[in-house]
C-alpha cells in the first residue's frame, strides 16, 4: 500500500512532556498565595452556674432530657450549684434509662449535698414531673434492669434511693442493704441506707431479690 492512501495510518510526532514544568497559570504567578484561612467563629458566651440550672430544670420540666443535660454539661464542677446540677442530671440520665449513668451522678450529688436536702426532686415530683406516667415507666424500666442486674451496686443504690424518698422504707433498706453488701466501703450508700433501715430488719427470707415494688 501507498503512505497516505486509506488505511493506512502514518506515524504521529508527539512532543515529550516537560519534566518538572509547573502548570501555566501557577508559572505565571509572581508569589505563592497565601493558605486561606477559616473565618473567626463568634465566641459562645459563658452562663454563670445558676442561670445554667434555671436553664436545666426548665428544661427538665418540659419532659427535654437531652438538653437538660447539654445546659448541666457546661457547669463547672466547682461552682456552688454543682451538687444540684449533679442531682438533675441524675433524674435526666433515669428519663434516658442510662440507670448506670444516673447512679454515679446521684452519688456524686449526694456526697456534696447535706443529708437534709437529698430527696427535694422527689418530694416535689408533680413539680419535676409533671406527667407522672414518665416517672412510673422509668421506675418500671429501673427495676426490670436491676432483675437483670442483681449484683450490680449500683442499680440497687439508685432503686432504693427512689423508693425510699417516694416513702417506702422497707423496700429502700431492702435493695440498700444489697447495694453495701456489694460495695460495703461506700460511705454514701451506708449513709443512704441508715436513713431507711428500720429498728428490727426483717428476716432475710422476707428481702426481696427481684428488684421489684408493687405501688
Known sequence: P????????????????AVNAPPPFIAKLPFDPEPLEAPPQEARPQLDAATLLAAATRAFRAGRADETLKYL??????????AWGRL???HALFCQSDFEGAAAALELALERLPVEKWGMILKSLEEFYPQAGVYTAGLRKREAWVAQNPRSAAGRFLLGYHYGFLGHANEAAAELRQAVMLEPDNATMATLLALFEPAQPPAAA???????RSF
Do not use: H, I, N
Request: hydrophobic content about 45%; charged content about 25%; proline content about 8%.
Open 2 to 17: 501507498v503512505a497516505g492512501t486509506v488505511g493506512e495510518v502514518g506515524p504521529v510526532a508527539v512532543a515529550a512532556p
Open 73 to 82: 454539661a457546661d457547669m463547672p464542677a466547682d461552682a456552688e450549684k454543682y
Open 88 to 90: 438533675l442530671a441524675s
Open 206 to 212: 422476707e428481702v426481696r431479690q427481684d428488684g421489684r
